[in-house]
C-alpha cells in the first residue's frame, strides 16, 4: 500500500481525526488489499456455503484470515476475489492455521501483483482511538466501518503459550483491571454457564484464553467480516475482526498476527513445514460456528 499518497497533511498518527477526504483516499487504499472468501463445505451431510473476509499480507497471494470460518465441516473448496473483480475467479489453499488462536494463512492460486498491507511497528492502543475496518457484514461487501477502541492495549503483551482452553479458564479481571483485554474476559468457564446446554460454542471454548485482543466500539460488525483488518488512522493494521460480543467487536492484536507469521517463516527455515498444511489442529473436526462476527 503505499501510503504517502494516501494523506495530504504531512503528519497523521494514530490519534488524527482525518478529514472527508482523507478518509476516502484511506478506503481507497485499504479496500485493495480486501478479499471476499467464499467457502464451500459439507456440515452433517449438509451442503453449506459461507463467507469470510481476508486480507493480503505479500504480493505472491498469501491471505490472513479467521481460523474459524475454515471449520464449518469438511471443506470442498475455497474460493476468492478482490473487491474490483466479478464472481470467484480464483481458488485458495490452506497454507497454514492456528484454531487455538483463530488464524488461518491461505494462499491464492495465480497471483502475484496483489496489493498488501502494513502491520504495526507499535501496537499501543488507546482507549477512545478512531479505528477502521473494511470487512462484508452479511451482503454489505467492502463495508468501511469506523468505531473506537473501549480499551487500551499494549504493545510488550504476553503471547499465550500452554494447552489452556477458554472452556476451562477463570477471568479475574473484575478483581484486577488488566493492562489489556484477553480473549478469557470474553469467553470463559463463567460465562459457558449461562447458556443454555444444547449450546455447544465448539470454536469459542477451543480458543486459549491469554490471546490479546481490542475491544472494539461502533464497528457494528457482522457474519462475513470475520477475518478483516483492523486499521489505525495512519493506515498500518492493527489488528483482526474475529467475532462479536457484549455489543462489542473483538480483533485479535497485531502482535499475535506477526508471531503467527514468524512462527510460520521459522517452521519453514527449519524444514518443519514441507508441504501441505502447518496446523496445531489436534481435536479434528469443529463443529459450525455460531458467533455474530
Known sequence: MDYEKV???PQVTVDSTLTSLELQACHNE????????????????????SFGTGFSIDSNGIIMTSSHILQNGSIISIHARRLNENDFPFECEIVSKKPK?????????????????????????????????????????????????????????????????????????????????VMGDIWNIDDFKKHPSNVSFSFEKSLHPLIPVIQICGLVCREGCSG??????KGEIVGMVALGANGFQIAIH??????????????????????????DDKGGR???FKGPA
Open 101 to 181: 488462536w483463530d488464524l488461518a494463512l491461505l494462499q491464492v492460486k495465480g497471483v502475484s501483483d496483489c496489493s498488501f498491507g502494513r502491520f504495526a511497528a507499535d501496537g499501543s492502543i488507546f482507549a477512545g482511538q478512531n479505528l477502521l475496518h473494511v470487512g462484508h457484514p452479511a451482503n454489505f461487501v467492502g463495508s468501511f466501518l469506523i468505531g473506537k477502541a473501549a480499551f487500551q492495549c499494549v504493545n510488550d503483551v504476553v503471547l499465550p503459550t500452554g494447552t489452556q482452553i477458554c472452556q476451562n479458564y477463570q477471568s479475574t479481571a473484575l478483581h484486577n483491571t488488566p493492562r489489556y483485554r
Open 228 to 233: 478483516g483488518p483492523v486499521f489505525n488512522s
Open 254 to 279: 497485531v502482535s499475535l498476527l506477526k508471531h503467527f507469521l514468524k512462527e510460520r517463516e521459522e517452521n519453514m527455515q527449519s524444514g518443519n513445514i514441507k508441504s501441505g498444511v502447518a496446523s
Open 30 to 49: 485499504m479496500k485493495s488489499i480486501i478479499w471476499v472468501l467464499r467457502i464451500r463445505s459439507i456440515f452433517k451431510h449438509e451442503d453449506l456455503m
Open 7 to 9: 494523506f495530504d497533511r
Open 286 to 288: 469443529l463443529k459450525k
